[in-house]
């Protein structure tokens, strides 16, 4: 298994940026995929982006262009860069990896969880 810990959200005013980082611990972090979902109260746990094994990424519709996964497999740590934030960003993110051969939008498809960073972001 792997453990998964978020970290670097907080308050953000519309239009500004946030990095979020994924420690992950327990077992070799480059042999997981890496996802970010996020939940809104009241909401669905929506998917954000996904980064492979090999590095290939995928974006939700809503924020491509303004969101970047990346991960640095020799710090055993993946990111979200949030730029261009809009209050309709805000949520509690949530790192996943699996191991899934296709990698899917679904959360069921996502085995490990961190326990989530909140995002806050205010006009």
């Known amino acids: 298994q792997v453990t998964l810990v978020e970290s670097g959200g907080g308050l953000a005013q519309a239009g500004g940026s946030l990095r979020l980082s994924c420690a992950a611990s327990?077992?070799?972090?480059?042999?997981?995929?890496l996802a970010w979902f996020r939940q809104a109260p009241g909401k669905e746990r929506e998917f954000v982006a996904w980064?492979?094994?090999?590095?290939?990424?995928s974006y939700a519709d809503s924020v491509e262009g303004r969101f970047t996964i990346s991960r640095d497999n020799a710090k055993n740590t993946g990111y979200l860069q949030m730029n261009s934030l809009s209050p309709e960003d805000t949520a509690v993110y949530y790192c996943?990896?699996?191991?899934?051969?296709?990698?899917?939008?679904?959360?069921?498809?996502?085995?490990?969880w961190g326990q989530g960073t909140q995002v806050s972001v205010s006009s």
């Open positions: 980064i492979t094994r090999d590095g290939s990424t």
């Open positions: 996943a990896a699996t191991q899934l051969v296709f990698l899917s939008t679904n959360r069921r498809d996502w085995h490990y």
């Open positions: 327990g077992r070799t972090f480059s042999v997981y995929h």
